[in-house]
């Protein structure tokens, strides 16, 4: 078997310190731009930080203990309802009392408020429509949101329930 002049004649190529440089500059060059393009993906989506003020929150929190006792006192039936076409999504809201009956004079609030990202929280403004009935819109949405209802009167916020809802697009 013979092997042809031009494959005799190259030699295997020869691993120089000037080869090792470069490889090793080039490659953590390469890791060093891969991570400058996941830390600016990391910090450009960062929807914000769950709490501003971890102490003031602390300090809020025999507070919200204490309301949320007062709430379980009242045993109150709330029950939210959220459904979506292209354009907007509806929220009802009834609220009766431990006996059953509808609770006049309260105002509502919702907020459908996305669990990863702050920036996509949405408000509605709920009317009342009948003593414990309440309606509201706001923008369209889809995928799974928390819906934040909140119950109060004259300005003293007597009911708040967090429900995990999926609305599905449409």
């Known amino acids: 078997m013979r092997t042809s002049p031009a494959r005799s004649a190259s030699r295997p190529r020869q691993i120089t310190g000037r080869t090792v440089l470069f490889s090793l500059i080039g490659f953590f060059a390469l890791v060093a731009g891969v991570n400058a393009v996941m830390i600016r993906a990391a910090v450009s989506t960062f929807g914000g930080v769950e709490t501003e003020n971890a102490y003031q929150a602390g300090l ?51 907020r459908l408020v996305h669990p990863t990202d ?48 999926f609305v599905p697009a449409r």
Do not use: C, M, Y
């Open 60 to 110: 809020h929190f025999a507070q919200e203990l204490a309301a949320v006792e007062a709430q379980d006192a009242l045993h109150w039936q709330v029950r939210g309802n959220v459904s979506s076409n292209s354009a907007t999504t509806a929220i009802r809201v009834t609220a009766a009392g431990a006996d059953g009956r509808p609770l006049p004079g309260l105002q509502a609030t919702s």
């Open 118 to 165: 702050r920036r996509a929280d949405r408000t509605a403004v709920l009317k009342e429509e009948s003593p414990g009935n309440f309606a509201g819109q706001t923008e369209a949405v889809a995928g799974q949101w928390l819906l934040v209802i909140e119950l109060s009167r004259q300005g003293n916020r007597l009911f708040r329930s967090t429900n995990r809802v």
